[in-house]
């Protein structure tokens, strides 16, 4: 076939190539080539890629793809969904690599679905969420007041609940907890993960909360080995804002409440508004003591590295910037 292209379009069709365009161009009947990953504890040798071609049908979402094959070609196909329509948070899934809710989310002419991560698969698309109920358990996520409820109504002003209301917005899908890399490191780090901390956030930013419970919870929560990547935040279908919203005021919380866990990043801070930039070798010394000095194999391989200089360390201020950088962490 001969195809002519326009010089004036090159560039075009790939910037208009987005996934509203592409499933634009689906019509009714047209292919869609789905791929499932099974998992069948039973028998490793039904477990793998299993490819199904379903006929597009309008405004079909992937929970109709999967329906279809589940009655056309797979009955024994294993998938979760209850109420159809982005409100249980049970139909998560991975579409070509990212998480969405299979009943909310359009099909696309060729996708690969697979379970959520970070979950043990129980069977095919079915994960299951114990790891998850378990941790938001420990942090007995309700309110226990201080002291006595004054009455109806209770003040509260939007000042107090803002963080707290907007992760009353979560439906427990677990697509951030898919996405978190932190928590797919397992257990090298204690970090509860995002959906946990959702929960957690529910009540543990209410200010009728007990400080001494709300510290209790954020003890546990491993939450300084967030490294704000933002991926839960892109995943999350009910648009909860878990880094600006969640993630950072319970780190605030935690420096409140439980210093002694928020002691690097204080440090951390406290390094950058004094020097107006961040110095390794005062942020070992400070947070790791001075037992630190002893392990004089691992000083000289920092510095061979350049990931430390004595001589900055001793010299390096620079007032200018150190002003700027307390006016803005102050603020
Ligand atoms: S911002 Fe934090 S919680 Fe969110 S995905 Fe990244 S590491 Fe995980
Ligand atoms: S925060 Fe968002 S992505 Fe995470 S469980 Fe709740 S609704 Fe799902
Ligand atoms: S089935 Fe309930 S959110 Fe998708």
């Given amino acids: 076939m001969n195809v002519q292209i326009d010089a004036r379009s090159i560039g075009k069709a790939e910037n208009s190539d987005g996934l509203l365009a592409r499933n634009t161009r689906l019509q009714q009947g047209d292919p869609v080539r789905i791929r499932v990953r099974r998992h069948d504890p039973d028998d490793a040798n039904k477990s793998g ?94 309110l226990e007041r201080p002291c006595d409820y004054p009455g109806f109504p209770e003040s509260l002003s939007h000042k107090d609940m803002k963080n707290a209301s907007k992760a009353l917005d979560c439906i427990s899908c677990m697509s951030c907890f898919s996405a978190c890399p932190v928590v797919g490191l397992g257990d090298l780090t204690n970090f509860a993960g995002p959906a946990p901390l959702v929960q957690l956030a529910q009540t543990a930013l209410d200010v009728r909360n007990d400080p001494a419970k709300v510290a209790r919870a954020l003890e546990v929560a491993g939450i300084f080995n967030c490294v704000s990547c933002y991926k839960c935040e892109e995943a999350c279908p009910a648009k909860i804002p878990i880094v600006t919203r969640v993630i950072e005021p319970l780190k605030a919380k935690t420096a409140e409440l439980v210093p002694h866990a928020a002691r690097h990043a204080t440090t951390f801070r406290a390094i950058i508004a004094a020097r107006g930039r961040i110095d390794p070798s005062e942020l070992v010394l400070r947070v790791q003591g001075a037992k630190v000095l002893l392990q004089i194999g691992r000083a000289l391989r920092l510095l061979v590295r350049g990931k430390i200089n004595p001589f900055r360390t001793l010299f390096g201020k620079y007032k200018g910037a150190a002003r700027a950088a307390s006016r803005i962490l102050d603020q």
Avoid at 105 to 113: G, L, W
Wanted: net charge negative; with cysteine; hydrophobic share 45%.
């Fill in 49 to 142: 890629l299993e490819s199904f071609v379903v006929p597009y049908d309008q405004s079909m979402r992937v929970l109709d793809a999967l329906n279809y094959v589940a009655e056309h070609f797979a009955a024994d196909l294993a998938y979760r969904w209850f109420c159809g329509s982005k409100m249980c948070g049970t139909c998560a899934v991975r579409m070509n690599g990212r998480e969405v809710l299979a009943c909310w989310e359009s099909v696309e002419p060729d996708m690969t679905i697979e379970p959520l991560r970070n979950l043990p698969v129980i069977r095919d698309l079915v994960v299951d969420r114990t790891p998850y109920e378990a941790r938001v358990a420990k942090f007995e996520p309700w």
